[in-house]
Nanobody, 123 residues
């Protein structure tokens, strides 16, 4: 079993930055992908970005490409999502997830999910 816990959400002004974290515990595998998704009010959950466990390969959704960066601290079993140049449309609950695949960009490919952390960007 894998437990994922997000933290670091909050309120930030447009143009600002925020970093959210995802701490993993339990059974982890160095060959799995880790991803970030988000869900805005009234909308479906959408893919934000994903990275291989070792951090060698990363993918980002077009709306966040160039503004968001995923990083990993293997020793701490923690993944980070650095969000820069934030926009009001980035407001959502952000979820981290773990997949059994080497890399994955679709929600159905992820087996374990955190509880989410709220990010609110004011205009």
């Amino acid at each position: 079993q894998v437990q994922l816990v997000e933290s670091g959400g909050g309120l930030v002004q447009a143009g600002g930055s925020l970093r959210v974290s995802c701490a993993a515990s339990g059974r982890t595998d160095s060959r799995v992908a880790m991803g970030w998704f988000r869900q805005a009010p009234g909308k479906e959950r959408e893919f934000v970005g994903a990275v291989t466990w070792g951090g060698e390969t990363a993918y980002y959704a077009d709306p966040v490409k160039g503004r968001f960066t995923i990083s990993r601290d293997i020793a701490k079993n923690t993944m980070y999502l650095q969000m820069d140049s934030l926009k009001p449309e980035d407001t959502a609950v952000y979820y981290c997830a773990q997949s059994g695949k080497l890399i994955a960009t679709t929600e159905r490919a992820y087996d374990y999910w955190g509880q989410g952390t709220q990010v609110t960007v004011s205009s």
